[in-house]
């Protein structure tokens, strides 16, 4: 079974404050994402990466950014941390290797900004 | 730009009575629609995948169906621990890498 791991489960930070999400998965995918989740809006997509070192926006990644360093481990780190920014941050992976495969989960960061 | 519409956005049931959750989608391609269910204070978990109009999965209460518009998930005979959120997602032949787009999701409770 794929297991996506994400470091905090609940995570409370001070505005302006630099913060580090991290998840690892271990099933050498290729291609990992970045969401949040927020009632009334769904998933959204951050940022995500098709490779070590490399990495493509979603549709918000205004105030984010990420890292991928080695292939099991994609962080997103909010570089000042807002308010606004108060969310379900959600990690998924998925093989690259031909056919049609579904994201696999991790179990989410409740992240609180105050 | 691929959309994702599912309604309602909240449904309750006794247990016993079956219902549908519709998922309505735009795409200038179906590549694939997942559904996923996702419990409390947890991520989403893979259900289905359909690929094209007219093909049907079944696991255990659930089954999904597609048309070139829409998708149902029908549930039968619902039990309590059915009681979940229920999303669905697509992806586009012209949506680069994996890209999914979701839906806003339904929020069931099935009650005893």
């Known amino acids: 079974d794929v297991k996506v791991t994400q470091s905090s489960r609940y995570l409370v930070k001070r505005t302006g404050e630099k913060v580090f999400l991290e998840c690892v998965q271990d099933?050498?995918?290729?291609?990992m994402f970045w969401y949040r989740q927020d009632p009334g809006l769904g998933l959204r997509l951050i940022y995500f990466?098709?490779?070590?070192?490399?990495?493509e926006k979603g549709d918000i990644p205004e105030g984010y950014s990420v890292s991928r360093e080695k292939k099991e481990r994609f962080s997103l780190i909010l570089e000042s941390a807002s308010t606004n920014q108060t969310s379900m941050y959600l990690c998924?992976?998925?093989?690259?290797?031909?056919?049609?495969?579904?994201?696999?989960f991790g179990d989410g960061t409740r992240l609180s900004i105050l | 730009e691929d959309q994702v519409t599912q309604s309602p956005e909240a449904l309750r049931l006794q247990e016993g009575e079956s219902s549908s959750l519709n998922c309505s989608y735009t795409?200038?391609?179906?590549?694939?629609l997942f559904w996923y269910r996702q419990d409390p204070g947890k991520g989403p978990e893979f259900l289905f995948t359909?690929?094209?109009a007219g093909e049907e999965k079944e696991k255990e209460r659930l089954k999904a169906t597609l048309t070139k518009k829409e998708s149902f998930l029908h549930i039968t005979a619902p039990k309590p621990e059915d009681s979940a959120t229920y999303l669905c997602?697509?992806?586009?032949?012209?949506?680069?890498?994996?890209?999914?787009?979701f839906g806003e999701g339904t929020q069931l409770t099935v009650n005893p």
């Open positions: 998924a992976s998925i093989t690259g290797q031909g056919g049609f495969k579904p994201q696999h």
């Open positions: 099933m050498d995918h290729e291609n």
């Open positions: 990466s098709y490779d070590v070192k490399m990495k």
């Open positions: 795409v200038s391609g179906l590549r694939g």
């Open positions: 359909l690929y094209s």
């Open positions: 997602a697509v992806q586009g032949v012209e949506t680069s890498g994996s890209r999914l787009t």
